[in-house]
């Protein structure tokens, strides 16, 4: 999940994407304020959270 129109040269990794079989979710950076990824990932964890029984749960990010 990220920004994925801030990449440079976002074409180059396109296909390494593809090959990987990696599923990237755009989330545009709304304003320069709210880390809108983190809220993403924040209401994706709570919803598999609620909808699955879960024993363990993990994320794993990068932040720069």
Known sequence: M???????N???MEELV???AIN???QYAYNNRKNA???GY????MDI???????DFCIVSSDS
């Not at 924040?42 to 964890?45: M, S, T, V």
């Not at 959270?49 to 024993?55: D, H, K, M, Q």
């Open 10 to 12: 976002w074409g180059q």
């Open 18 to 20: 593809i090959e990987n």
């Open 42 to 45: 924040d209401i994706d964890a």
């Open 37 to 39: 990824t983190d809220i």
């Open 24 to 26: 990237p979710i755009q």
């Open 49 to 55: 959270l609620y909808s699955i029984r879960l024993v």
């Open 2 to 8: 990220g920004d994925w129109t801030q990449i440079p």
